[in-house]
Structures are given as C-alpha cells and as structure tokens.
C-alpha cells in the first residue's frame, strides 16, 4: 500500500518561510502526478499546487509568486517552498499523488497523506 508521509509544517510569523516534504512509499514507480492541496477551519480542500512527472505545474492563483513546488521522481518526492506567508495561508496541507497502473485495470489511483499543519500568526 502506498502511504504518502508530509513532513515540515509548523508555526511561522507572517512573511516567513516554511518547506512542506512529502514521500511515497511503498511503489516501485513514480507517480504521474503529485501536489498539495490544502484546508482551512471551515472552507473547503482547495488545490495549492500539483506538478506532473514531466514537471508541468499548476499552482492556484493564490499563492503564485509565493509558493513553489517541486518534486524528485526519484525519490517520489514532492516538495512546497512557502515563502512570503500571510494568515490566510492557514490551513491543514494534504500531500496527495496519483499512480497510473494497468494491472488488475488501467485506472488512476490517488492517495492522501494525513496532512500537516502550517499556522501563520503573530
């Protein structure tokens, strides 16, 4: 079974830095696809930034100039750079990846790590 492990979250002071690691374990290949999302006290999950195997990003609009992701394909590893943090940056931040296999049926498998926790307050 693939487990998807985030590490790094915390607490930071408006316009600091954090660095959010997340590995997936438990595959012999590389996912095609890995990103953050994340979810604050009362909203909804939103899509922070995902990253192809290819290195092709999507990164929500909020958080563009701020934010960078990565990734190491081999390691399976996905990375966030959160820089210039604001309050509204609050939120519980879930790793996610998806997996094509073709064995027992070509589909796409996502998995979720439990989140880590990123506060940004005085």
């Known amino acids: 079974q693939v487990q998807l492990v985030e590490s790094g979250g915390g607490l930071v002071q408006p316009g600091g830095s954090l660095r959010l690691s997340c590995v997936a374990s438990?595959?012999?290949?590389?996912?095609?696809?890995m990103g953050w999302y994340r979810q604050a006290p009362g909203k909804q999950r939103e899509l922070v930034a995902t990253i192809t195997i290819g290195g092709a990003t999507n990164v929500a609009d909020s958080v563009k100039g701020r934010f960078t992701i990565s990734r190491d394909n081999a390691k399976n590893a996905v990375y966030l750079q959160m820089d210039s943090l604001e309050s509204a940056d609050t939120a519980v931040y879930y790793c996610?990846?998806?997996?094509?296999?073709?064995?027992?049926?070509?589909?796409?498998?996502?998995?979720w790590g439990q989140g880590t926790l990123v506060t940004v307050s005085s």
């Open positions: 438990g595959s012999m290949f590389s996912s095609k696809t």
């Open positions: 996610n990846a998806v997996f094509h296999v073709i064995r027992p049926l070509r589909r796409d498998l996502e998995f």
